[in-house]
């Protein structure tokens, strides 16, 4: 398996435009998260996808951030409009069962760098 | 949520053992203790993890105190390619949602 894909790999963008990014999860895997990483809050896990629902977006800074799973093998994280403050890695990561106390692992993707400007 | 203490930042000597500790005074009996590492510009990946009992892995053992109020991540022979941030995360099992909390973690230098 290719592990997680996420692209693009890196976003440079002006305040105020939509920025789309995208993760293809592991095949079977029936969890998929998405966490956001600046070097002031560290790693923040963002929403949570369990067999394509949402199941916790408590993570989710504000309205301008929304994510979608429309199926198995396919997630969006969208903001718009855009702002300088979302600049961050963003990750995509997929388990088969819940990863946490069942000790299930999650992969993570590679990352997307986005830079608003 | 149970929280983690780590050191900020640890020093190694390529090829010695490393002990990266963590405390978690408040973990309750049924969290599991997870360890992921974070390599330069990569996406965090799966160390070890474990309840009660030591573990060992191809990468790393863990060693779990009896009290279960702290534990350390052991790499045999540090390598260069080790550098990296060590984040020690509890986990519930039972309600469990998914979620892992990352804390700060410990950057780890290997020194050749």
């Known amino acids: 398996d290719a592990g997680v894909i996420q692209s693009p790999r890196h976003e440079v963008t002006e305040m105020g435009q939509e920025v789309t990014l995208r993760c293809k999860p592991i095949s079977g895997h029936d969890y998929l998260f998405w966490y956001r990483q600046t070097m002031m809050r560290g790693l923040e896990l963002l929403i949570y996808f369990n067999n394509n629902v949402p199941i916790d977006d408590s993570g989710m800074p504000e309205d301008r951030f929304s994510a979608k799973m429309p199926n198995a093998s396919f997630s969006t994280l969208k903001i718009q409009p855009s702002e300088p403050r979302d600049s961050a890695v963003y990750f995509c990561?997929?388990?088969?069962?819940?990863?946490?106390?069942?000790?299930?692992?999650?992969?993570f993707g590679p990352g997307t760098r986005l830079l608003v400007l | 949520d149970a929280k983690t203490t780590q050191p900020n930042s640890m020093e190694s000597n390529e090829e010695e053992p490393v002990h990266l500790p963590c405390n978690h005074s408040t973990i309750s009996g049924t969290d599991y203790i997870h360890w992921y590492r974070q390599l330069p510009s990569q996406g965090p990946e799966y160390v070890i993890h474990?309840?009660?009992s030591n573990v060992n892995n191809r990468m790393a053992s863990l060693a779990i105190a009896e009290d279960r109020k702290s534990s350390t991540l052991i790499l045999h022979r540090a390598t260069l390619r080790d550098a990296a941030v060590y984040y020690c995360i509890l986990s519930p099992l039972s309600g469990n949602t998914g979620k892992l909390i990352f804390g700060q973690g410990t950057t780890l230098q290997v020194k050749p």
């Open positions: 474990g309840l009660t």
């Open positions: 990561a997929s388990s088969l069962m819940a990863g946490g106390g069942a000790g299930e692992t999650q992969y």
